[in-house]
């Protein structure tokens, strides 16, 4: 039992040093996921109003010369994809990245909506939608891992604190939560 202990432990901590930075990235982006009601991990999404306080053409006579003046004032000249009018007298310009401009030409207000990809977040929540074969492979490697991991834990502590006393304990009550959440909520 002395030797599955050993190796118990250099499985152990081999396998938590090369996946520590995984383990990192997957908790931190299933944090930000859980809370995807409150927190768009993918997106900075936000939005800029204001008044147009030049003439503003009737809806025949909006040029895409016009629309481009338009994206000057928030510094979006550069990422006209298109416009179209989605309903009489409202302008709706599509941006490059997602990010859109809409404008009322009776009333002269305008907003501004970017996008912008969140650094680090949208990358490491890309991970959990497996992006691709090879990181299908990769993912599977560190779910067993993560078995290895956790089985070799269970057997590298003996006594009081190991399966047969607190840590048993400890490892029932791991069990238990998800069981009892899975059945109850």
């Known amino acids: 039992m002395n030797a599955v202990r050993k190796w118990s432990r250099i499985f152990h901590r081999d396998l938590s040093f090369f996946f520590s930075g995984l383990i990192l990235i997957y908790a931190i982006s299933g944090i930000a996921l859980n809370h995807k009601d409150s927190f768009n991990s993918n997106y900075i999404i936000r939005q800029k109003s204001f008044h147009l306080e030049e003439e503003i053409p009737r809806q025949s006579e909006v040029s895409k010369e016009w629309v481009i003046n338009l994206l000057k004032q928030v510094n979006e000249e550069d990422a006209y994809t298109k416009h179209y009018f989605p ?19 009776n009333s002269g207000n305008v907003v501004y909506e970017s996008v912008k990809r969140r650094p680090l977040f949208s990358q490491f929540s ?6 691709g074969k090879w990181w299908t492979a990769f993912s599977d490697l560190f779910g067993v891992s993560l078995i290895i991991i956790t089985l070799t834990g269970i057997l590298m502590v003996k006594g009081k604190k190991g399966f047969w006393g607190r840590g048993g304990i400890e490892l029932l009550a791991g069990i238990l939560i998800p069981v009892i959440f899975l059945m109850f909520f």
């Open 87 to 105: 309903r009489q007298g409202v302008l709706k310009v599509f941006l490059k990245g997602g990010s859109s401009v809409v404008a009322d030409l």
């Open 126 to 131: 890309q991970l959990h939608y497996n992006p």
